[in-house]
């Protein structure tokens, strides 16, 4: 049942049948454990046994034969068996010296049985204190879920759960850390704190989020940390669901070695410990939903809804005097999510999540009054500013927010996987509809394009006109119109006459300029410009139709920054 039940080959030995029994080879293997016992009577015994075996055996399969030890012990090994007792002086004098060699170097017990003593004596006695070390184990794993239980019960927290744990281990170091909000507890005497503090922090940044193939017979890991002149062997052991890891406790053995029975214990509480987190997640999501519903009515046109926001204003820490700005966090290629993710929405939700707790996190240390919620594939936030700040200031101190969640986000392996799009500020509270239209729109220009992370609705000049849900069907057709002949005559020719379009209006109509920008010989310039004039009709010296172009460039642009978006996204 748990890897560390059953009884080691030591133990076996130290049985009253078996005070007798020799260590014939393998002593580096004395510590393997044995969960249950068989006979070896056939020789093709290796099919039929299990990981944690002791094979007891007179060696009658193989006594006309004893060099099929050669090959039956690295099988074994390899199996994961506990060891091979062997009854000599009946069908074999002794184990041949090349099976004794390289069950040394394999660590693999060869112990050699007194002939007297029978296989149901050593079976019933090993079975025994198998069961019993295993009662003793489901007794503690019992007791220890209980009172983890009666804790989260009675509202217990993290750091009364990992004060339960430290009595447990006899006040070795530990720590729990939890990556939702980044906290942590740390028991241990004052001069190792800072040490631990350190290596904890460090320990959090190197993880790698959305990765859970955890394997049964290796939950935890163990590594060396160095704490002033001592290097101490640390235990880490995830704290963890089939699809979420939820933080990690760090165990010292600065103190004494931890038992098997001990790490058992506590790798087996920490599902308890992740249903406590995944409770105050639940709280904190509940919380979050709330706060988007204030959003919804405070964003709404109904002027009741609006008031009924207002109202409840002071609950969400609201403050109508403040200038707010909307800030809008977008996961990236929501839509597309189902195609390369099988559980999407536990995905999304994992996203959102890490960006809450890295918001949590940041305003810690900050002077900004912030309101944020997330809602389906997007976080919203409430920048508030106090009335009378210049804009150049409230753009620098939004900025500076994104940047440290940008930091964060690429710790947690998201900043690729999302998009932030920021809407004017506004005093008025009846406008902050539109700062939340601007931040949305904002967000999804900022996602057809690839040079930033972060996106002012200020700033995107004629996108602010183009980005326009309702002109979409009119700009599809004023572009097909105006530029989409000259588009298929590059595919289909190969040549660059869109290129040379967008130069000649950078270059303000100079073609020497244009030569030098492509790197193309004069004549090949006024070729084109001649052959765009004759598949357009356009007329460069028509201010209208030059505008025309120009617009319609942009049109491609955003046309073609969305294409190169979905091919990332696959």
């Not at 290596?199 to 790698?208: F, G, P, V, Y």
Request: proline fraction near 2%; hydrophobic fraction near 35%.
């Amino acid at each position: 049942m748990y890897r560390y039940s059953g009884i080691t080959v030591k133990e076996l030995l130290e049985l009253e049948p078996m005070k007798e029994a020799k260590i014939l080879a393998g002593k580096g293997g004395l510590d393997r454990r044995i969960t249950k016992l068989n006979v070896m009577e056939v020789p093709d015994i290796i099919n039929w046994v299990e990981e944690g075996e002791f094979l007891l055996t007179a060696a009658y399969s193989i006594k006309d034969n004893p060099t099929k030890f050669d090959e039956l012990i690295p099988q074994m090994n390899k199996k994961g068996l506990a060891g091979l007792g062997i009854k000599t002086k009946r069908y074999i004098d002794e184990i041949p010296s090349n099976t004794l060699k390289m069950a040394e170097e394999l660590g693999f017990p060869l112990i050699e049985i007194p002939l007297e003593i029978s296989y149901s004596t050593i079976i019933a006695n090993a079975l025994t204190e198998i069961v019993n070390n295993q009662t003793s184990i489901l007794y503690r794993i019992d007791n220890t879920h209980n009172k983890l239980i009666n804790m989260m019960l009675n509202g217990g927290s993290l750091k009364e759960i990992a004060n339960a744990l430290y009595e447990g281990i006899d006040n070795n170091s530990m720590a729990i850390k939890e990556y939702l909000f980044e906290t942590s507890v740390i028991l241990c005497d004052e001069d190792k704190k800072k040490y631990i503090e350190s290596i904890i922090e460090t320990d959090s940044l190197k993880k790698e989020r959305f990765s859970y193939n955890f394997n049964d017979k290796f939950l935890h890991t163990n590594c060396t940390d160095v704490m002033g002149d001592e290097k101490i062997n640390r235990i880490t052991i995830p704290i963890f669901t089939k699809d979420r890891e939820y933080g990690c406790i760090y165990i010292w053995e600065d103190k004494k070695p931890i038992t098997p029975v001990e790490l058992t214990v506590i790798e087996a509480s920490t599902p308890v410990i992740a249903l406590d987190l995944y409770k105050k997640l639940s709280i904190f999501e509940i919380e979050s939903k709330h706060k988007v519903e204030f959003f919804e009515d405070l964003f709404s046109s109904d002027e009741n809804r609006h008031k009924k926001a207002l109202e409840r204003a002071s609950y969400f820490d609201f403050d109508s005097r403040l200038g707010y700005s909307v800030i809008v966090i977008s996961v990236n290629n929501y839509d597309n999510l189902n195609c390369y993710y099988p559980d999407a929405s536990n995905f999304l939700q994992q996203i959102n999540v890490r960006l809450l707790s890295i918001i949590n996190r940041i305003l810690k240390n900050r002077k900004e009054r912030i309101i944020y919620g997330n809602k389906s594939n997007s976080i919203i936030i409430l920048f508030g500013t106090e009335a009378g700040t210049k804009d150049a200031k409230i753009k620098q101190e939004i900025n500076s927010f994104c940047d440290e969640l940008l930091r964060y986000a690429e710790y947690e392996n998201i900043n690729d996987k999302i998009s932030i799009g920021v809407g004017r500020n506004y005093k008025n509270t009846h406008d902050l509809w539109k700062g939340y239209r601007e931040a949305n729109r904002a967000v999804e220009c900022q996602k057809r394009s690839h040079e930033k992370k972060v996106t002012h609705y200020d700033d995107l000049g004629i996108f602010r006109i183009l980005s326009y849900e309702e002109l979409q069907p009119e700009l599809q057709q004023f572009y097909k119109e105006i530029l989409e002949p000259l588009v298929k005559y590059d595919n289909e020719k190969g040549t660059e006459l869109i290129e040379t379009l967008k130069n000649y209006f950078e270059c303000a109509g100079n073609l020497k300029k244009i030569s030098e920008e492509m790197y193309t010989h004069y004549n090949t310039v006024i070729y084109r410009i001649q052959r765009i004039k004759e598949i357009t009709g356009i007329d460069f010296e028509d201010y209208e139709d030059r505008l025309n172009f120009q617009i319609s460039l942009k049109i491609l642009e955003m046309q073609e920054n969305e294409r190169c978006s979905n091919k990332l996204s696959r």
